[in-house]
């Protein structure tokens, strides 16, 4: 099957924890995207990724890191910096930056 | 921000036409609009998206007026999996664009047995 696979689909973060969020995707795309979702609202860009080794930071990337590495993968962490994580995750991508941009199904994270 | 202003729900009978408004007044002339839906808990289903002329595909159709203000999603045989939040986003798609797709609140369409 072709498509965007994220894992875990819940995950629990302790007090001081950082915690990485897995973004796979086997269509051939240049663009990867990780955005969150807060309950009742619309999805917030955290960073974008153009290119293989590049990525950028989207609105509200304080807290948060990604890499780059292959193609196919553009791993989140959410450090422990960010004070206010609990929200649902959703990983993006696209040929390239510019084409329309399909989904995964999301992780959603907890704080304990 | 999010462009553009849907209504917060809207209901229809199974097998009947869905038919979701989008007003975008603000709109410039690079900008496409784009459709998404999102059933409960899941990613964002990306639907359909048009620059000027109206376009089909298997899931649904798109109207956009000829000022290009303002647009309708027509379902044309809404099912009970139809049921979900439509977002309507404009996003100018050009080079010098914007990477990220501006998601408002949408519409909660309830599709009723």
């Known amino acids: 099957d072709g498509g965007i696979t994220q894992s875990p689909k819940y995950l629990f973060r302790k007090e001081g924890q950082n915690v990485t969020l897995s973004c796979e995707q086997n269509l051939n795309h240049d663009a990867m995207y990780w955005y969150r979702q807060d309950p009742g609202q619309g999805l917030r860009l955290i960073y974008y990724?153009?290119?293989?080794?590049?990525?950028q930071k989207g609105d509200i990337a304080e807290g948060y890191s990604v890499s780059r590495e292959k193609k196919e993968s553009f791993p989140l962490t959410v450090t422990s910096a960010q004070k206010n994580p609990t929200a649902f995750y959703l990983c993006?991508?696209?040929?390239?930056?510019?084409?329309?941009?399909?989904f995964g199904p999301g992780t959603r994270l907890l704080v304990l | 921000d999010a462009k553009t202003t849907q209504p917060p729900s809207m209901d229809c009978a199974e097998g009947r036409a869905a038919n979701l408004p989008c007003n975008h007044s603000?709109?410039?002339?690079?900008?496409?609009v784009y459709w998404y839906r999102q059933i409960h808990s899941q990613g964002p289903q990306y639907i359909i998206h048009g620059l000027k002329n109206n376009e089909t595909n298997e899931m649904a159709s798109l109207i956009i007026t000829e000022d290009r203000k303002s647009s309708t999603l027509i379902l044309p045989h809404a099912t009970l999996r139809d049921t979900a939040v439509y977002y309507c986003?404009?996003?100018?798609?050009?080079?010098?664009?914007?990477?990220?797709?501006?998601f408002g609140k949408g519409t909660k369409l309830t599709v009723n047995p």
């Open positions: 993006a991508s696209s040929i390239t930056a510019r084409e329309t941009q399909y």
């Open positions: 990724s153009q290119i293989v080794n590049d990525f």
């Open positions: 603000t709109i410039s002339g690079n900008e496409y």
């Open positions: 986003i404009v996003r100018d798609s050009t080079q010098g664009g914007s990477e990220k797709l501006v």
